[in-house]
């Protein structure tokens, strides 16, 4: 039980990078965000280590959201998404913490 409130509550740790929009994400084992958007942003994500995989959503009014489209990134792949892409949420799927670096712009 308290691994899955950890995925619910705190799926990763943010560090900002000084001067700059740049993050880390350290994501907890087998965690995953919610469903969510960058808005007025451009988001770039690279896998500093592990495994993500990040889901592509597009809402259904309110009545909630399907999926578009699913990719799997491996160490040193990246992927990018803006809201006319879609949202998305992403998900380690190692039992270890994976990194990652993101960009917003």
């Known amino acids: ?21 740049l993050y880390i994400f350290q994501w907890a084992p087998l965690s995953s965000s919610r469903i969510h ?3 007025n942003v ?3 994500l690279f896998v500093l280590k592990g495994e993500l995989q ?4 597009q809402q259904l ?4 959201y399907y999926m578009t489209n699913s990719k799997t990134l491996e160490k040193h792949q990246s992927s990018f ?3 006319d892409i879609g949202e998305h949420s992403i998900k380690n ?5 994976s990194w990652s670096l993101h960009y917003y712009s």
């Open 37 to 39: 958007s960058h808005p």
């Open 93 to 97: 799927l190692s039992d270890k913490y």
């Open 42 to 44: 451009n988001c770039n």
């Open 61 to 64: 009014n309110e009545n909630g």
């Open 81 to 83: 998404i803006r809201d």
């Open 1 to 21: 039980m308290k691994m899955f409130k950890h995925m619910i509550d705190k799926p990763y740790k943010k560090f900002k990078l000084p001067f700059m929009n």
């Open 54 to 57: 990040e889901n592509i959503y």
